[in-house]
């Protein structure tokens, strides 16, 4: 029997998005190919390219093909230009949380996994690093950015946000880590600060009641701040964490110099249908056109796409041993490169992304990947 086509809207955006987008469309391609799966392609515009062009960061003909797909794959959103002037009506970012919204992606799952081989590529000691594992799930439509009342009163130079949740929005998120902790150490950390906070008491409160459904998982509280500060002294006692918008938008990105760069991670954001995965680096836009940028976290969310959106396990884990061997044979983007590091071994984007590639037929029958 044919397999069923799986369809996925790619959005290239801005700056090196474009790049590394075409090299995990590659990828895909060629784990499709060898483990026997269909997949189709449509590209659609989305943040400054698509202002340029319309207008508007997310155009109504993106969302459309956005709620026809089986999955997205987006590169990443950003311009120079309106850093320049923040106050700027209309933004790239702006089309990336309409189209949080308009698909109800409530969760972005955020795996922090430390390659043996990139050791010393980060800032903390290696044995304080290694073997750390660790996936965040972030409560994504909710929390401080999008609570009302905000505004600001400037006459009297004053600003406000509103930090709010519902049980219900906590429930589902937290339901969701502790049925992946189930697959892994079981082992749940929620992140909050329930001694200051009336919304984190709630959180608590909840993930406390949640947490009864699931007596195989053990559930530790942790104030923030101490949370914080556990990261970068032993990392390794997480297993999956959940908390708020604010904290894991805080949280994800400090546990980001644990793998050494942001062109290592990957991430997803997830509703009740259709997933959004994208890697977390941004549109770096001094590296756009240089062939200097590191594809391996936009390879590494395509992967996170084929578990989670189609439940393709074995083609992930082929897709995350490729990129493990690729490392393991050293080769590196400039991101990644160290002194030691063979001037022959340092590629560009195009380069690593054919790697891989040409990777995944020989380790699609090795162990998966933790």
Known sequence: MKPQTKHIVLLPGDGIGPEVVAQARIVLETTAQVFG??????????GHAAIEATGDPLPPDTLAACRRADAILLGAVGHPQYDRNPSTPIRPEQGLLRLRQNLHLFANIRPIRIFD??????????????????????????????????????????AWDTMTYSRQEIQRIARMAFEAARQRRRIVHSIDKANVLESSRLWRETVTTESKNYPDVQLHHMYVDNAAMQLIRAPRQFDVVVTSNLFGDILTDEAAQLTGSLGMLPSASTGAQIGLFEPVHGSAPDLAGTDKANPLAAILSAALMLEHAFGWHEAAHAIWNSVSHLLAEGWRTPDLAQPHTPAAKVVGTQQIGKLVASFVPMVALSSPAP
């Open 37 to 46: 799966y269909s997949l189709s392609f449509e590209q659609a515009l989305i």
């Open 117 to 158: 081989e990139l050791l010393d590529a980060s800032s903390l000691k290696p044995e304080i690093l290694q073997g750390t594992n660790i996936l965040f799930f972030r409560e994504l439509t909710g929390g401080i950015y999008f609570g009302q009342p905000k505004g600001r009163d400037k006459a009297r130079n004053r």
